[in-house]
């Protein structure tokens, strides 16, 4: 009887014989899932590391491979546009950009990128309409303000990037930023003077 109820079994016995010897592990139900959250969290790693060497193009190959886990994509869509920028890919900058910014269409940081990758790219009047808009919106953002003075002085336009300064200096007499510009604005503006006083 006994023997008969072991024969009864034996093919099953055999085929988990059979799973153990060709497998190492059963397959866990959402195993597949957590492997390449963590491969992605890995990726985003990677990405920052190269990120913190200032190898941006290769940074964004991986904030690329990061944003397969959602819960790094937010994080890793922003760093992977930043990285494009600051590699300057400006069409692909751009357009990671703009997927953000369809999220969060108030983000004055996400615009102010935008107007930035624009005039770059460029379309300089463009971006600085872009820039001059978000100073009317924003008139006390002195993050805003010495990113216009940048970009002025970067894109050569001495005589916009000196007027820019004096309000920048006007609203923010401690900015940090201050001596650099007066330095860049004095190759590229004759007679600058940093010191006049004008009227706002």
Known sequence: MKI?????????????????????SLIIPGETDIILKN?????YGIAEAYADVKKYDKAAEYYL?????????LTASYKLARSYALA???EKATEYY?????????????????AYITAMSGNVD??????K???SENPYDQNLLESFVALLINVGRGEDAEE???ILKEKFPDNKNLTTFAQQLSDIVDNFDADKKIEL
Do not use: H
């Not at 491979?65 to 994509?73: E, F, G, Q, T, V």
């Not at 463009?126 to 820039?131: A, F, L, N, R, V």
């Open 4 to 24: 008969s109820v072991f024969f009864r079994f034996l093919p099953l016995f055999s085929a988990l014989l059979l799973l153990s010897c060709t497998s190492n």
């Open 39 to 43: 491969l992605a969290t890995e990726y």
């Open 65 to 73: 491979l990061a944003m397969r886990n959602p819960d790094l994509k």
């Open 88 to 90: 300057k890919n400006w």
């Open 98 to 114: 703009n997927e953000l910014l369809a999220l969060d269409p108030d983000n004055a940081m996400l615009k102010t990128s935008l």
């Open 126 to 131: 463009e971006g600085i309409m872009q820039y």
């Open 133 to 135: 808009e978000l100073i």
């Open 164 to 166: 820019s300064f004096f």
